[in-house]
């Protein structure tokens, strides 16, 4: 077992401290710590005192929500007055709710294509819907998600219905608003979900595209986990006055109940320690980050060879495909999720008990998104981080970015595999050109011959060394035979 953990009876034991039945319902009692309370919830409020409709409050107490997180006791008043706001909160404290509800409050039956909420995955743009149909399900409201990978006439067919709400990708929905089927004249708020995320992955043209074309007067809101200059520049150029709302008071981006640690591995024992930590530690429910889609579906293929149900989600693979697996993952049928960082954003799933960095993100804040699927709404949760030993800046870099030292840890009875044969010749021939240019700088920096009197045995013939000029010479009179 792993030094200074719970036994896996114990860890079982410990996230079934307390109950979630949904998003951010929880079971309020003795049992949930004080600092989780604080760092997540204002316990002070309810969604009462947050100026929310009837309609709305009936949906949100149907959900079984008691205490708002405190970004959405900041937030909600904000949006409700009608204020421009670029907000950066943690992951997993609720920010979806927190634009939803206002949503919901502001637009009435009659507002067509009221609301556009953009979002970079279509996992996420499934899931924001989904979150806000079940909370405006005592209102009149009407909720779309468009977005690529399913048949355009489905989404068409809704569209032409006209909605209140629009939830999509952005290169989806410029498709739809070219075609006619989704104007944006009526828009009275555009939510921007994960900004930085759909400026790291290519967005940034659609975006200015969507929002310049929008001349009319409207509500825009900024949410993320990170804000960074390039986000602030568009905020400027698109939102007039905005409130900013800056949720990191404990000076870290990652909530308090994330128990993060990583394992020195070579890259070779990957694997082994992987089927190591699922077989060993059983976490209830696991998801694995790799860096490429090729890792994603090698990894997944040698766990099911090793008889542990793992399923792969990445941006190659159909979207029905896609969205089985996402509805597995939801209804509890499946432990262990394989994905690249299509998912990092994706997921909004409550039970995640531990998310595993098979691979370290080439970009310290995927960390960030990454670990905040799981401690979602004041559950506890755990991080594990695979370094190689080539990896120490990287995970120093994610440490700097975190502002959280992330402590080591090993696995009394893993074994390590041996080298590999390619490995091992690698590192033969490169101990070989070391030596190889060692034996060359010492050829280099040799010190003189010894001198034999004043004579000099390794130059000029008989070692003498001229001293002086010689004491005549041809003065540049040489002739030659060339006219």
């Not at 766990?303 to 089985?324: C, E, T």
């Not at 990092?344 to 998310?355: E, F, K, P, Q």
């Not at 060359?440 to 920096?445: D, H, L, T």
């Amino acid at each position: 077992m792993i030094q200074s953990r719970d036994s896996p009876l114990e860890a079982r034991r410990r996230f079934a401290r307390y109950t979630v039945v949904s998003t951010y319902r929880l079971s309020y009692d003795d049992r949930i710590t004080d600092s989780c309370m604080s760092d997540i919830f204002n316990t002070q409020l309810t969604f009462a005192d947050l100026g929310l409709s009837p309609a709305v409050l009936s949906g949100v107490n149907k959900a079984g929500f008691v205490h708002p997180t405190i970004v959405q006791a900041r937030l909600i008043p904000m949006a409700l007055a009608g204020r421009d706001i670029i907000g950066q909160s943690k992951t997993g404290t609720g920010k979806t709710a927190a634009f939803g509800l206002p949503l919901l409050h502001l637009l009435s039956e009659s507002d067509h294509f009221g609301a556009l909420v953009l979002v970079p995955t279509r996992e996420l743009a499934i899931q924001v819907a989904h979150e806000i149909r079940e909370l405006g399900r005592f209102t009149s409201l009407k909720d779309v998600a468009v977005y690529g990978g399913q048949k355009m006439s489905l989404q068409i067919n809704k569209l032409q219905k006209r909605p209140n709400i629009i939830v999509g990708t952005p290169g989806r929905v410029m498709d739809m608003h070219q075609r006619g089927f989704l104007p944006y004249d009526q828009v009275k708020v555009a939510i921007l979900d994960e900004v930085d995320r759909m400026l790291d992955i290519g967005f940034r043209d659609d975006i200015r595209k969507i929002l310049g074309t929008m001349k009319h007067p409207h509500q825009t809101i900024f949410v993320s986990a990170t804000i960074s200059a390039e986000i602030e520049k568009l905020a400027h150029q698109y939102l007039r006055n905005p409130e900013r709302l800056t949720l990191t008071e404990s000076k870290s981006l990652t909530v308090s109940q994330v128990t993060q640690r990583y394992f020195p591995i070579q890259p070779w024992d990957k694997n082994r320690l992987l089927v190591h930590l699922l077989t060993h530690e059983e976490p209830a429910l696991t998801l694995v980050f790799c860096r490429t889609k090729h890792t994603v579906d090698a990894l997944t293929d040698y766990l099911n060879r090793h008889k542990i149900d793992a399923h792969s989600m990445h941006g190659d693979m159909y979207q029905g495909k896609r969205n089985r697996v996402m509805q597995k993952l939801r209804d509890g049928e499946l432990s262990v999720l394989v994905a690249s960082d299509l998912a990092a954003r994706g997921l909004d799933v409550d039970d995640i008990t531990h998310v595993i960095n098979y691979d370290l993100p080439e970009d310290p804040e995927n960390y960030v998104h990454r670990i905040g699927r799981t401690a979602r709404t004041g559950k506890d949760g755990i991080a594990w981080s695979f370094v190689t030993p080539d990896q120490g800046d990287l995970l120093t870099a994610i440490e700097m970015l975190t502002n959280v030292e992330i402590p080591i840890e090993q696995f009394k009875d893993f074994q390590p595999g041996p080298v590999p044969a390619d490995v091992a010749i690698q590192r033969e021939r490169a101990a070989a050109r070391a030596e190889q240019v060692r034996v060359e700088q010492s050829r280099v920096a040799a010190p003189p011959p010894a001198l034999v009197g004043d004579r000099d045995q390794g130059k000029f013939p008989g070692g003498l060394v001229p001293s002086a000029r010689p004491s005549r010479s041809m003065g540049g009179r040489l002739r030659s035979r060339r006219r």
